[in-house]
């Protein structure tokens, strides 16, 4: 079955550093990948797609990786800052081809 | 007003109690979708609806019965809950049901369960 990992701790850096986050998945061949951002009883919000052909996105800080044979996309926040502190989610598609499959979510505090 | 919204943000309800969740979007989009999110559990993927049709139910209990009466709405209705019920449920809509498409969140109704 589909499956999608993303750092089960959480993750604490200082602010200005670069934060990294990881998304691994198995038994998928999606066409695209996105990212959301959760904060603490709010719905998630939209950041960033890729798209399987791309190997790199950026919008502002936030830069993310696509590489499909490792399986793997890497999420960077480039000098973080306390409001980046939330949950950040990686959705790929199912493979019914619409909707999204989401992972846990990793946990990201910045702090001053 | 703007983006997706539902209602009512909190509910506590019994197990024999029937109540139902709202979801309105003001967005134009055609697909909408119902998620539950645990605690320490990836959202789940309930129901899609798509231009007011169901295309998806996720082996859903029936105690949970979904309605699109139009593009704009979309409601779940409740019925004899169970206490692992208790979950925080997200409403979504995206342009269209692609995959590829953006998905916008409500802010969620947290449902207690007791």
């Known amino acids: 079955s589909q499956k999608i990992e993303q750092n089960s701790e959480a993750l604490n850096i200082q602010e200005g550093k670069t934060a990294t986050l990881t998304c691994n998945y198995t038994?998928?061949?999606?066409?695209?990948l996105q990212w959301y951002r959760q904060d603490p009883g709010r719905g998630p919000v939209f950041l960033l797609l890729i798209r399987e052909n791309e190997k790199e996105k950026r919008k502002e800080r936030l830069k993310v990786t696509f590489d499909t044979t490792l399986k793997q996309s890497l999420f960077h926040i480039t000098a973080s800052q306390p409001a980046d502190s939330a949950t950040y989610l990686c959705a790929l598609e199912k493979n019914s081809g619409y909707a999204l499959n989401f992972g846990k979510g990793t946990s990201l505090l910045v702090t001053p | 007003e703007t983006g997706v919204t539902q209602t009512p943000r909190h509910l506590v309800m019994g197990m024999t109690n029937k109540k139902s969740l709202k979801c309105e979007q003001h967005?134009?989009?055609?697909?909408m979708y119902w998620y539950k999110q645990s605690a320490k559990k990836p959202l789940e993927l309930m129901f899609v609806y798509s231009l007011e049709e169901r295309v998806e139910n996720n082996s859903v209990p029936s105690r949970f019965s979904p309605e699109c009466p139009n593009s704009s709405h979309l409601f779940l209705h409740l019925h004899t809950l169970q206490p692992e019920d208790s979950a925080l449920y997200l409403c979504?809509?995206?342009?269209?049901?692609?995959?590829?498409?953006?998905?916008?969140f409500g802010p969620g109704t947290r449902l207690t369960v007791l």
């Open positions: 967005l134009g989009h055609n697909a």
């Open positions: 038994n998928y061949s999606p066409a695209y």
């Open positions: 979504a809509s995206s342009q269209d049901r692609d995959s590829a498409d953006t998905q916008y």
